[in-house]
């Protein structure tokens, strides 16, 4: 009965205790009874931070009491989260950047960490099935000695062995020293022998400090005194990478005729200045030239009513200096800030149409019509004058395949590209000059037209969702910034369900659209090259949304790999896809704040490009001037360490004005040309 009591009482006072917020006094080491309240727990976090403020800062207080952080305090801390994520996914992106580069590691284009530790797994001789398994073909015996031992314990057993250099070797059996007659420090150590390399599976990649070898039963510890890219390192082809490109794959380039050579009335301006023209591009040995085939100049009149006289004596030029001639199928409009006065817009009976039924354009949200290309909506509607779009598209393609069969028979003309969108290139007209937009904006969806629309009404309603068929609501404008918007933001509206649902309508009929003419082209250009250019949107590319590349119509958030499906449709089509460089570096990146990534983006487009088994080809956004980005596009039309040995089929320059070429670059581009054809160190 008293011992009941006097739990009662002790029950009682730690309640009070606790009641008041007051910590218990400490137990005594004679105490032994199991009941004794527990001291609380100091605040942490938000409770923290805002009982020390609660003198200075409006709170707010919960049904229980608690206080939370104010609302603009909660947005600056958000924003701090934001920008520490932005600064690690920076440093992860040059590192992975680096091993693709220099270590030869085949990282996918959406590599995390599990593929970085998987490649130098099986870079040191384990077997990494997709499950994550782990596992050697071939174990040692228990009586032998561990194959691997991390370096500390090896450091400490070791004493007498020499420390290795700053610089921390990923991988036992990368090419840059694997089998490289020139490696005589490495390979005198090892007999001259290849050795089965091994790393620690208890390593991260931060504490590769040296490599442990097995062989025969013994491990030893080998220091690397020479830089890894050093000439003692590398083997005799990257040798030839270290020094140059002289030696590499010839890689024919081409150079784009100017714009203007012919008038609006199929007529050559100038057959002397285009005689001197390809003299001079003769003498820097150029393999062939681009023509466009302006669409709005040879049907400019009347439907079906084709004019390719000046087209004719411009190629007849070409042929007497024996050059090779590609030529572009330009469904678009030419004119601008950069077309030096020059204006070519779409056929003239076009036009009329699009006064009494302006669907035929992409519209914005606004409903701004942009008169730059056709629509895709009218693909298969009959509105053409009793056309659809890609008939009309096939005729026009079969007229210059019919009037230049003997060019075709006789090999001049070497490929044909076709324009699928504005600039000629494959995309949405989403950053349109004439609507306002500027660099950097993410630009603006281009689906507001009512066949689009219509489009998008059925597709929504076969998902059974028809609430669905429209487009964003808060995706911003123009020269918005993703932030900006509810739709691009971070873990915005793009990926939710209705997001995905409509991006990925959004592309389909991108993707539809260079499927239905490129169906078309095959019939039009049997046996001869198709050509199809992709366009370099490489701001905000480090951000979750890739904004810009959406409203393009290229879903490739950071999530996804938005190029795989059209690449298989380009695949099937046996089309070269024509990529455009944009030529500019990392520092740039840095200073335009549009979290650009040009370099990202020409690696992941590539590689997809070539994992799907498509021909690459190049061509740079812009006249270069300097030796600098010259060599920048050699290296990124011949990739050092490919493991595929993978390089550009060809590259169309787009050279600087002649005045330029005289004054500042002619020895440049001279320089440039002989690197592509593998001539001269670079």
């Given amino acids: 009965m008293n011992t009941n009591t006097t739990m009662n009482h002790r029950f009682t006072a730690a309640a009070e205790d606790l009641d008041v917020h007051e910590s218990p006094a400490p137990p005594t080491t004679t105490s032994t009874h199991p009941f004794q309240p527990q001291p609380q727990r100091r605040p942490r976090g938000f409770a923290a931070t805002n009982s020390n403020n609660n003198n200075n800062t409006t709170t707010t207080t919960s049904s229980g009491g608690t206080p939370t952080k104010s609302r603009k305090e909660r947005e600056k801390e958000k924003e ?8 690690r996914r920076a440093i992860t992106s040059r590192m992975l950047a680096g091993l693709r580069q220099y270590g030869n590691f085949p990282l996918p284009a959406r590599a995390d960490m599990n593929d970085v530790i998987a490649a130098l797994a099986r870079e040191s001789g384990w077997t990494v099935d997709h499950d994550g398994t782990t596992y050697r073909h071939s174990s040692p015996s228990p009586m032998q000695p561990p194959p691997v031992a991390h370096f500390n314990s090896i450091q400490q057993n070791n004493s007498n062995v020499p420390n290795v250099g700053a610089h921390p070797v990923l991988s036992g059996e990368s090419p840059l020293f694997s089998g490289s007659p020139k490696n005589c420090s490495m ?125 004719r004596e411009l190629f007849n030029i070409i042929r007497e200096f024996g050059m090779k001639l590609q ?57 053409l004058r009793g056309r659809t779009g890609i008939e009309m598209y096939f005729d026009f393609m079969r007229s210059f395949r019919t009037e230049f069969d003997d ?156 190029y795989s499906r059209l690449f298989e449709v380009l695949k099937k089509h046996q089309v070269t896809m024509k990529f455009v460089i944009s030529g500019l570096h990392a520092p740039y990146q840095e200073i335009d704040g549009a979290f650009s990534d040009p370099e990202g983006l020409n690696w992941q487009v590539l590689n997809s490009a070539w994992d799907q088994g498509l021909s690459v080809a190049g061509q740079n956004l812009q006249p270069c001037y300097d030796r600098e980005r010259l060599v920048r596009l050699v290296e990124t039309a011949k990739p050092r360490n490919h493991p595929d040995s993978r390089h550009f089929s060809f590259f169309v320059f787009q050279q600087p004005s002649p005045l330029i070429q005289r004054t500042i670059c002619l020895s440049e581009i001279d320089h440039f040309i002989k690197s592509m054809h593998g001539e001269v160190s670079s």
């Fill in 327 to 383: 030529v572009v199928m330009a469904f678009h409009e030419y004119g601008g800030n950069d077309s030096g006065g020059i204006f070519i817009s779409l056929p003239q009976w076009v036009l009329e149409i699009g006064k009494s039924n302006q669907d035929i354009f992409f519209t914005d949200r606004e409903g701004r019509r942009n008169t730059e290309c056709l629509s895709w909506g009218i693909d298969k509607e009959r509105v």
């Fill in 407 to 562: 060019l075709f028979t006789e090999g001049l003309i070497s490929g044909v590209e076709i324009g699928l969108g504005v600039c000629g290139e494959l995309k949405y007209p989403s950053f349109s000059e004439r609507m306002g937009w500027k660099y950097p904006g993410i630009g603006e969806f281009q689906c507001y037209d009512k066949y689009l629309l219509q489009n998008l009404e059925k597709t929504a309603k076969l998902r059974g969702n028809p609430f669905w068929a429209r487009g964003p609501e808060n995706a911003g404008h123009y020269n918005s910034k993703p932030h900006e918007t509810g739709f691009f933001c971070e873990r915005g509206d793009y990926d939710s369900y209705y997001g995905r649902f409509f991006m990925n309508w959004y592309t389909q009929i991108l993707i539809d659209h260079a499927d239905n003419v490129l169906s078309l082209a095959s019939l039009a250009f049997e046996e001869t090259q198709l050509l199809v250019k992709i366009p370099s949107v490489y701001w905000w590319y480090k951000t979750t949304s890739h904004a810009a590349e959406l409203t393009a119509g290229y879903y490739n958030p950071s999530n996804q790999d938005g």
């Fill in 80 to 87: 701090r989260t934001k920008l520490r994520e932005r600064h």
């Fill in 187 to 311: 390979r005198s150590a090892l007999d001259c022998q290849p050795s089965a390399l091994r790393l620690d599976e208890n390593l991260s990649p931060a504490s590769l400090d040296s490599v442990v070898a097995d062989r025969d039963g013994k491990v030893d510890k080998y220091s690397i005194t020479s830089a890894i890219n050093s000439s003692e390192c590398l083997d005799p082809d990257q040798f030839v990478h270290a020094n140059g490109i002289s030696g590499t794959s010839y890689i024919p380039v081409y150079v784009r005729l100017a714009t203007g050579l012919i008038n609006n009335f199929c007529q050559l301006m100038d057959p002397e200045g285009v005689k001197e023209e390809l003299q001079h591009l003769k003498s820097l040995r150029v393999d062939g030239v681009v023509v466009d085939c302006w669409w709005g100049i040879v049907e400019a009149w009347s439907p079906k009513k084709y004019e390719w006289a000046g087209y």
